[in-house]
């Protein structure tokens, strides 16, 4: 399951910004796709991709907030929590006979008090993968031919594998055990897409302050190490344009030919997880297991009732 997690010596590293990844590379005449495009790291993908010449369409789950962020962009309304709002979006972007060449999978909750969607399922799993996992299937006849799949997991996904017995916590509520569990889902989205043919990837963007903390108490940020006593981000964090670099980079590196289903970081093809320090990173076994990511697709597909690939 390892196989694939070697280094494909991008020159990229923690420090490089997503302009440095796509200097020299031409996207005109693209289309990319960019959930939660218009808020921290994903504002800073869409703004990289629009410089670098892609067309570049952001479904927010608030429009006017995505508009008034990125007057230019192409803003549709999307929930992922609500599949007939997957679904209808969906269906608008098919009718338009459009094709997306880039697909970056960026939205996501983190750390949220306990909420259902749907059926009563956790918001984490629902939101982060389940609503993705419908978007991608849904938007599969708009996938053009080598169209790039990039999944923004986390290194947060070292706390917990995928809870086969409790996907959606009936039992004892913890946010940061469902913020896990949903990393780890991007992960192995990543790679059975890969086993379905496509170019999928999954990417951990670092550590960046951004809205998605907004749950965890100001308080708690110097405790959990976010913050230095000053108030500044902690040495190891990201800018948000750094954070954008390993989506961009998955997204178009020539290095990543052959390489589908590859979890990656600082732009490049992370190594196997050699601590359980989540600044430092790598990938844990369980993200990365196709045994795994063939069983949360069939589960995936049972839950929404969704399997177009087969
Ligand atoms: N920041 C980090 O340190 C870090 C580290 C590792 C991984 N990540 C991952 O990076 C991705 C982006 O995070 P970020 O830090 O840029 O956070 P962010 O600024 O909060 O952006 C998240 C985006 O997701 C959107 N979103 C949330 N729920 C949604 C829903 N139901 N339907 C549609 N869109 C929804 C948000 O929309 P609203 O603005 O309307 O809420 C927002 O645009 C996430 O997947 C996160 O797990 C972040």
Request: glycine fraction near 10%; charge should be negative.
């Amino acid at each position: 399951m390892f196989t694939q997690q070697r280094k494909a010596g991008s020159g990229f590293g923690a420090r490089s910004t997503a302009d440095d990844v796509l200097a020299g590379i031409d996207l005109s005449g693209r289309t990319a796709l960019v959930t939660g495009g218009y808020s921290g790291i994903g504002l800073e993908t869409t703004l990289a991709l629009s410089r670098a010449g892609a067309h570049v369409i952001v479904p927010a789950r608030r429009p006017a907030e995505a508009r008034n962020a990125l007057p230019e962009a192409e803003v549709h309304a999307l929930d992922l929590a609500d599949l007939d709002s997957v679904r209808g979006f969906a269906a608008d972007f098919l009718d338009t006979g459009r094709t997306l060449d880039i697909v970056i999978n960026g939205a996501g909750i983190m750390a949220c008090p306990e909420t259902r969607v749907g059926p009563g399922w956790e918001a984490h799993f629902a939101v982060n993968h389940l609503g993705h996992f419908a978007l991608v299937n849904r938007l599969r006849p708009a996938l053009a031919d080598g169209a790039r799949v990039v999944s923004v997991a986390s290194s947060g996904h070292f706390l917990s594998d995928v809870r086969w017995d409790d996907l959606h916590f009936r039992g004892t509520y913890d946010p940061w055990l469902a913020y896990a569990q949903s990393k780890t889902a991007n992960a192995l989205f990543a790679v059975h897409l890969a086993k379905l043919g496509l170019n999928a990837f999954a990417v951990h963007p670092g550590s960046i302050l951004t809205p998605l903390q907004r749950h965890v108490p100001r308080e708690e940020w110097l405790a959990l190490g976010w913050i230095t006593p000053d108030g500044a981000p902690a040495p190891g964090f990201k800018t948000p344009a750094q954070g954008a670099a390993t989506a961009v980079w998955a997204a178009t590196s020539p290095l990543l030919d052959g390489r589908a289903g590859a979890y990656c970081q600082d732009c490049d093809i992370a190594e196997p997880a050699r601590t359980d320090d989540m600044l430092v990173g790598g990938v844990k076994p369980w993200a990365v297991d196709p045994e795994s990511a063939a069983r949360l697709w069939q589960v995936s597909a049972e839950l929404t009732g969704l399997d177009l690939f087969s």
